[in-house]
């Protein structure tokens, strides 16, 4: 569904869609060239909310990429735009999408990239920097597109773009989706609203990230991490939790890893390892279950529980209770994370 209302139309302008015909590919290209904004940024890949376009027709050994955007978080996103009138707009194009996302990511290198950001720049008369719109200094940007395509988890994106998809591709890209490949499904509608043209886009398939498990979901680095708390306030309490979790971690009284939207603790005790808190942007999860499991008593379970009520009112939730991060205090966040800390070290004695 397409993330826009029109609430009240006053001057009564006619609102109709203007589809693409079998002719328009090339135009349908330059309008996703000339208004990036209609790329659906958010949902491709949740951790970046901004895209340009760095490339054109970007040639390589085995075909040309229709357009190549580059989001701030420096990753790569190749689309290829089908309209459903062409007959190629079928599940062959994923193949080729999938062959120039391997290519992409087994033979360029940040250098390579920085390149066509220069020609395309020089070509199309950029008059703004594209740096300076990623809000990102060069050396930064070239470190975030190194990890990007050595990585295989946060290689390129690859983005079907066209009017109408078929379902055939649809589920094609889901299963891909679910092994973890970074390709995604975008529809684009054209609408007149009085004189104005609206360019809509919007994901027709799983995102990238609501297909895998948290532990499969690329790592992230602390300061994108904390970019996914929606305020100021949350991402206070996000930016102290860390700091916290990674003094605990160089104790070695537990082992932290953060994925796509979660800053997890893992602690060890006997004969048993497991998840103990998982930090979300909205929520304090505790496993009890894993705490169970690896002290192998359940009063001190009754003991840990109780202790963080005394200090905040947990969810009714047995396995998985947790604390909302908008109710959190300095001073109850202090009281929070001082009890979990003494349960770190009691499990490290005991293990």
């Given at each position: ?229 929606k305020t100021e306030q ?35 005790g006997k004969g048993s ?69 003494y349960v770190l070290k ?6």
């Amino acid at each position: 569904m397409a993330e826009f209302a029109i609430i009240d139309n006053p001057d009564n302008y006619e609102i109709m869609e203007k589809p693409f015909s079998s002719n328009d590919e090339k135009e349908f290209e330059s309008l996703l060239e000339a208004h990036p904004e209609a790329l659906p940024i958010g949902k491709i890949d949740p951790i970046a909310d901004l895209a340009v376009v760095i490339g054109r027709q970007v040639t390589i050994p085995i075909g040309s990429i229709d357009l190549l955007f580059l989001d701030n978080k420096g990753r790569l996103i190749l689309v290829e735009c089908k309209l459903v009138k062409n007959p190629e707009a079928r599940r062959e194009v994923l193949s080729q999408l999938i062959e120039y996302g391997l290519y992409v990511s087994r033979n360029w290198n940040p250098q390579r990239v920085l390149s066509i950001v220069e020609e395309y720049t020089r070509k199309q008369k950029v008059k703004t920097d594209i740096m300076s719109s990623l809000h990102l200094d060069e050396k930064t940007l070239r470190k975030k597109i190194d990890e990007g395509l050595s990585s295989r988890a946060k290689g390129p994106i690859l983005v079907l773009a066209g009017d109408v998809l078929e379902q055939r591709a649809l589920v094609l890209s889901n299963h891909l989706n679910k092994h973890n490949f970074p390709i995604v499904c975008t529809e684009f509608r054209r609408f007149q609203i009085g004189k104005a043209n609206l360019l809509v886009g919007s994901v027709r398939d799983a995102t990238l990230l609501s297909t895998v498990s948290t532990s499969q979901r690329a790592a992230l680095e602390d300061d994108e991490w904390l970019q996914t708390f929606k305020t100021e306030q949350e991402r206070n309490v996000g930016a102290e939790l860390l700091r916290w979790a990674r003094e605990l971690e160089q104790a070695k009284l537990c082992g932290v890893r953060i994925g796509s939207s979660e800053l997890m603790i893992d602690a060890w005790g006997k004969g048993s390892q497991g998840k103990l808190v998982s930090i979300t942007t909205e929520r304090i999860y505790v496993y009890l279950n894993n705490l169970q499991k690896m002290v192998g008593n359940a009063n001190k379970v009754r003991v840990f529980r109780s202790k963080i009520e005394m200090i905040v009112q947990l969810s009714k939730r047995e396995q998985y209770p947790s604390i909302t991060i908008k109710s959190l205090r300095e001073d109850k966040l202090k009281q929070i994370e001082s009890v979990i800390e003494y349960v770190l070290k009691d499990l490290k004695a005991s293990a």
